[in-house]
């Protein structure tokens, strides 16, 4: 079946660094993706709409000069932390719908972020 | 978006026995769905429930919506240690948007 790939699957960064993270469906395109963050224990919660060709839709307190997006490509999609602090920490997942429109998704692996 | 209240938080059962959680939401769902995510792994796609009333089975997993399309369930008959993991349920939020519940952990002991 379709699937999501993310790189790199985990980081250390120091704090005030930047962190680009990569998200690609490997054999089908994606018009849209989708970032989430989970904290430990804690459920997905949705940061962004990655639009191919269009800027980002950020959702409610993520701050978008922070989070930058960029859908340059049918099969990719990027999140850089800027800046990144302690408290950037998370494991960030994107996904894909399943079909063009629908809301079912395929998830990526996964990235694990830890700022120092 | 619309919001879910997923129960119970947290799981622990023996090897067997059967495992239920629930999803309920204030408003009418046009669908909901699953997920299972594994410890130190990424939410998987379990099934997607549209119809009211509807019940679908996988195995040893049923899943139900409510009759009014306000809450389900996903019950898990003579659990085994590979169902370990934290289930979630999604609904849509618009195009291709989800809201996750706050996902139920499931420890199964052998």
């Known amino acids: 079946g379709a699937v999501v790939s993310q790189h790199p699957s985990w980081v250390i960064c120091k704090s005030g660094t930047s962190v680009k993270i990569e998200c690609r469906s490997l054999?089908?395109?994606?018009?849209?993706m989708f970032w989430y963050r989970q904290f430990p224990k804690q459920s997905l919660m949705l940061m962004a709409t990655?639009?191919?060709?269009?800027?980002?839709?950020?959702e409610q307190g993520v701050e978008k000069d922070k989070f930058l997006i960029n859908h340059a490509s049918l099969t990719l999609s990027t999140l850089t932390v800027t800046s990144a602090h302690p408290e950037d920490s998370s494991f960030y997942i994107c996904?894909?719908?399943?079909?063009?429109?629908?809301?079912?998704?395929?998830f990526g692996p996964g990235t694990r972020l830890l700022v120092l | 978006g619309q919001q879910v209240m997923q129960i119970p938080q947290y799981q622990h059962v023996q090897e067997g026995e059967d495992f239920t959680t629930y999803c309920n939401s204030s408003?009418?769902?046009?669908?909901i769905q699953w997920y299972k995510q594994r410890p130190g792994g990424h939410p998987v796609f379990l099934i997607q429930?549209?119809?009211?009333?509807e019940v679908k089975k996988q195995k040893r997993l049923t899943f139900q919506f409510g009759e009014a399309k306000k809450n389900s369930s996903l019950h898990i008959t003579a659990t085994q240690t590979t169902d370990v993991g934290t289930y979630f349920c999604?609904?849509?939020?618009?195009?291709?948007?989800?809201?996750f519940g706050k996902g139920t952990m499931l420890l199964v002991s052998p």
């Open positions: 999604a609904v849509g939020s618009g195009y291709s948007t989800l809201t």
């Open positions: 996904s894909a719908p399943r079909l063009a429109g629908g809301e079912t998704q395929y």
């Open positions: 429930l549209v119809k009211s009333g």
């Open positions: 054999d089908f395109q994606a018009t849209t």
């Open positions: 408003t009418t769902l046009s669908n």
């Open positions: 990655s639009n191919e060709g269009s800027k980002a839709t950020y």
